[in-house]
């Protein structure tokens, strides 16, 4: 998931290189990667509450 996150930034800056800052895939890039993040973020607090140390 962590590389798939990283993958995605850098996608977003070869468009915005690319591109040179006109264009749509700048911005699905970065929603990308902030949707996995976000992802990642609420994965890791599930698997903190229903692990195998939880009360």
């Not at 998931?1 to 468009?15: A, E, P, Q, T």
């Not at 290189?17 to 996995?36: E, F, P, Q």
Request: proline letters at 2%; glycine letters at 10%.
């Amino acid at each position: 998931m962590l590389l798939l996150v990283i993958g995605s930034l850098f996608s977003g800056l070869f468009f915005l290189y690319r591109d040179k800052g006109s264009g749509d895939r700048v911005v699905r890039a970065l929603t990308v990667r902030i949707s996995l993040s976000l992802l990642l973020f609420v994965g890791l607090l599930v698997m903190y509450r229903f692990g195998p140390y939880s009360q």
